[in-house]
């Protein structure tokens, strides 16, 4: 009897294992994942990813894991019904919420937000269009005062470019064109009056340049330079 028993718990504690993961990383019959899956680092217990499969596509919520991050998923993607676009949040190993916003496949889109490293205030503000930046971008001081203003156009720089003090004062204005500065650049002390101005043409300094003192022009050169 005593080895009869032996040998049935035996058996249960052999087929424990594969009684637990019983419905967990199968495909449907055309071979597409479908229902729980989890996935571990290889000669480990930490988990990869989890997850749920419709006939082969992602549903539901996703977490995923680095090889260091115990229970703390880095990635947490929120799938929408019947749709491929997810909110998407990206965290530190400690669980610190590093930046949020929506992905299609990939490619980051809309508005997505970025976080201060040692606090939750929001650090910039993107926007995306097919995974490039697309629209207006605010990077913004711990206060929540902006200090950046730029907008983008498929992923390049265009138009104008604004810098503010932690006050609100603007210290700087100037223009891109295709990634490039290009155009009028004025320069401000933090009182607002104006310390330089100049042009910029494909990156590079162009034409007069003036810097002021007291509000009058100290000095003047024009660019490029005369070679000697």
Known sequence: MRSVLFFFFGIVFTFSPLLSQEGINQFDEN???HGSWKKYFPGTDQLRYEGEFDHGRETGTFKFYCEDCGSQPMVI???RPNSDIAEVQYF???GKLVSEGKMQGKDRI???LFYHKKSSAVMS???YKNGKLDGKKYTYYPNGQVTEEISYVDGLMQ????????????LKKLRYSNDQL???AIYYDAYGNVTIKGFYKDGAKHGLWQYFKDGKVEVEETHPRPRN
Do not use: I, S
Not at 159 to 170: A, C, F, H, Q, W
């Open 31 to 33: 071979k597409k994942r």
């Open 92 to 94: 530190t190993v400690k």
């Open 182 to 184: 290009h155009g009028e």
């Open 77 to 79: 993607k929120k799938f």
């Open 110 to 112: 809309g508005e997505w």
């Open 125 to 127: 503000r993107e926007n």
């Open 159 to 170: 138009g104008e470019n604004l810098y503010y003090g932690p006050d609100g004062t603007l």
